[in-house]
């Protein structure tokens, strides 16, 4: 049974880097799409960006070049940092395997989420 | 982006009802269209996969049509563990977008 688990500070300062972890177990990192999304207070989703298996990137172009993604296959764990953030990055982050095999797209699983606020 | 929208934006449906929700694009994805269920303090839930394919062990109350620019999500007879809130996601195109949501409350 596959598990993500996210962590990382819950608090972070106005122009500081986000970053958050995502540490993925009971399977294997290979053939997924490793995406971090996020769900702003008002309910709103946002995909962020993924990271495949092979190290190839893609984000949200609206976050501005913002984000870096990165994956540690020996350590199982995929990382995502957001420079220079503001309050409008308040939000709960996920991390989600996406599948994407046709016919098979979808994020078939989700870490529990966390809480990141940013305020000085 | 493709652009998704929702209706309703909410409901108010009794134990047993018939639901359904639709979600629409600003522009073709195909089939590639999914529906998650969630729930306060959880993480979405994948309910249909590539506009109609039920993710396993979801209950076959649960069912998704559609393709092009307009989806439903169904569910024939609502449950208590229903209320929730749906979204749509189309995985067609990056960004990958979501619907705003429907959020499904007990009468």
């Known amino acids: 049974q596959v598990q993500l688990q996210e962590s990382g500070p819950g608090l972070v300062k106005p122009s500081e880097t986000l970053s958050l972890s995502c540490t993925i177990s009971?399977?294997?990192?290979?053939?997924?799409?490793w995406t971090w999304i996020r769900q702003f207070p008002g309910k709103g989703l946002e995909w962020i960006g993924y990271?495949?298996?092979?190290?190839?990137?893609k984000h949200n172009p609206s976050l501005n070049d913002r984000v870096t993604i990165s994956l540690d296959t020996s350590n199982n764990h995929f990382s995502l940092k957001l420079s220079s953030v503001t309050a409008a990055d308040t939000a709960v982050y996920y991390c989600?395997?996406?599948?994407?095999?046709?016919?098979?797209?979808?994020?078939?699983?989700w870490g529990q989420g966390t809480m990141v606020t940013v305020s000085s | 982006a493709i652009q998704l929208t929702q209706s309703p934006s909410s409901l108010s449906a009794s134990v047993g009802d018939r639901v359904t929700i639709t979600c629409r694009s600003s522009q073709g994805v195909k089939n590639d269209l999914g529906w998650y269920q969630q729930k306060p303090g959880k993480a979405p839930k994948l309910l249909i996969y590539?506009?109609?394919f039920l993710q396993s062990g979801v209950p076959s109350r649960f069912s998704g049509s559609g393709s092009g620019t307009y989806f439903t999500l169904t569910i024939s007879s609502l449950q208590p563990e229903d209320f929730a809130t749906y979204y749509c996601l189309q995985d067609y195109d990056y960004p990958l977008t979501f619907g705003p949501g429907t959020k499904v409350e007990i009468k």
């Open positions: 990271i495949y298996y092979t190290g190839n990137t």
């Open positions: 590539t506009t109609s």
């Open positions: 989600a395997r996406r599948v994407a095999v046709r016919p098979v797209y979808s994020f078939d699983i």
């Open positions: 009971g399977g294997s990192i290979s053939t997924y799409y």
